[in-house]
């Protein structure tokens, strides 16, 4: 919902209110944001102000033709928020989402602190329901505070942009190995801070070839192997623990690894007669254009939804009520990290059971689509799209894992094959 009256500049770009009815929070509000596109390059994107709204509060002040005066003061308020974003705008050269973003959200006064920036973002997020996103952020400012403490022997109380540097960051890294974390670990707590550096644009930025690599660590994808999935998908389990996860599962491996969080989030007007469409949680409220996936559904994913699935009563209702619409987020999130503990757990039970000695975790059945698809001969671009991939990058790295294995195989086995 966007107010009917567009701000614009030029042939640059357009600003405009914007109530964001995505995603509902637990009171029946939806953030406020502004929604700003430029028509060359097509790009939108949206910035949260910090305020929320009822639908039936945006229409008071936005589209009553005779609103009252507290809708009237609160209307002038928040075009006022909008014309310093045109402001910042119109005095651009050229207007690009970079240049726009290097100065709006260029550092001032307390702006210096990264500590300060930290908890602005987890503000944000926890404005707009993002739970797990707020929590990475309260983890790695966390460990950036005990990493200070041990550093000084004191409690710190600023940590300025300035005093980062190549040099710091890896003092960071060994510290953090020294406390037994691993290099994918260190990988996880500095993706945040340099999220923060990308958002105030700073002169000093420390991150990158010739400064520092943020450590990737390890990323072996495994997979199960054609005879390794027939043997789980026909072998008996032994309890109705193992039976949910064993479907469960298949399901994920079947929806062209569709993750869990997306399986419990999935609602039923995503589910269509012989297919299911969603846009994965993760990527839902961060990216500019959505990848909608669109998945046929076999005879055991309908078997999965129709047995386990909850009775349909309304489009915006969840399949699987293992999560309901009353929850927080945070509760959510809960119920989505026991299940998917759930399902590991029993998975490798039966995996075990059944004689499979490989870890046959949620993540496995992820990899073994990507794998399985690449085998019978599916594009980089399906296997992306299929996973909901943004950046062709990321399928490349699914891939070369499987085909570095493949060729490891292939290599090994003819070691021996003299003649």
Not at 35 to 45: D, F, G, I, L
Not at 104 to 121: A, L, M, T, V
Request: glycine share 6%.
């Amino acid at each position: 919902m966007a107010s009917t009256k567009f701000v614009r500049s030029g042939s640059e770009f357009e600003m405009t209110l914007y109530l964001d009815l995505r995603r509902p929070k637990e009171d029946g509000y939806f953030p406020l944001k502004i929604k700003v596109y430029t028509p060359r390059p097509k790009r939108r994107k949206y910035y949260p102000i910090g305020m929320d709204m009822t639908a039936e509060m945006y229409e008071k002040v936005f589209e009553s033709t005779r609103p009252r005066k507290e809708a009237k003061e609160l209307k002038v308020k928040l075009e006022q928020v909008l014309y310093n974003f045109i402001e910042v705008a119109n005095q651009l050269e050229t207007f690009t989402f970079e240049a726009f973003e290097k100065e709006i959200f260029r550092p001032e006064g307390d702006s210096k602190d990264i500590f300060h920036q930290f908890q602005k973002k987890i503000d944000i997020l926890d404005k707009e329901g993002r739970v797990g996103s707020k929590i990475a952020y309260q983890t790695s400012l966390g460990a950036l505070q005990r990493f200070m403490k041990d550093k000084k022997k004191r409690n710190p109380s600023v940590l300025y942009f300035g005093d980062v540097t190549p040099k710091w960051l890896k003092d960071f890294e060994s510290w953090m190995i020294e406390k037994g974390n691993t290099r994918t670990s260190v990988g996880i707590y500095l993706r945040p801070l340099r999220h923060i550096f990308n958002l105030v644009k700073t002169d000093n930025y420390p991150f990158g070839k010739g400064k520092y690599v943020i450590p990737k660590g390890s990323n072996k994808k495994k997979a199960l192997d054609k005879y390794q999935l027939k043997v789980l998908f026909k072998g008996d389990v032994e309890n109705e623990h193992q039976r949910k996860a064993k479907d469960f599962w298949f399901f994920s491996y079947l929806c062209k690894g569709m993750n869990m969080k997306d399986i419990l989030y999935l609602k039923w007007k995503n589910v269509k007669k012989d297919h299911i469409e969603f846009v994965r949680e993760k990527t839902k409220d961060t990216i500019e254009s959505q990848v909608l996936i669109r998945v046929p559904l076999v005879e055991h994913s309908k078997k999965v939804i129709k047995f386990y699935g909850g009775k349909r009563r309304r489009n915006d209702e969840y399949v699987f009520p293992i999560i309901h619409e009353e929850m927080t987020e945070m509760d959510k999130l809960k119920a989505k990290q026991n299940f998917t503990r759930l399902v590991n757990q029993h998975m490798k039970r039966y995996a075990e059971k059944i004689g499979i000695s490989e870890n046959v975790s949620t993540y496995t059945a992820r990899h073994s689509f990507a794998t399985m698809a690449i085998r019978n001969n599916a594009s980089i671009e399906y296997v992306g799209e299929s996973l909901g991939h943004t950046d062709i990058k990321t399928t490349k790295a699914y891939i070369k894992s499987i085909l570095d294995d493949e060729s490891d195989k292939e290599m090994m086995g003819k070691l021996m094959e003299f003649d």
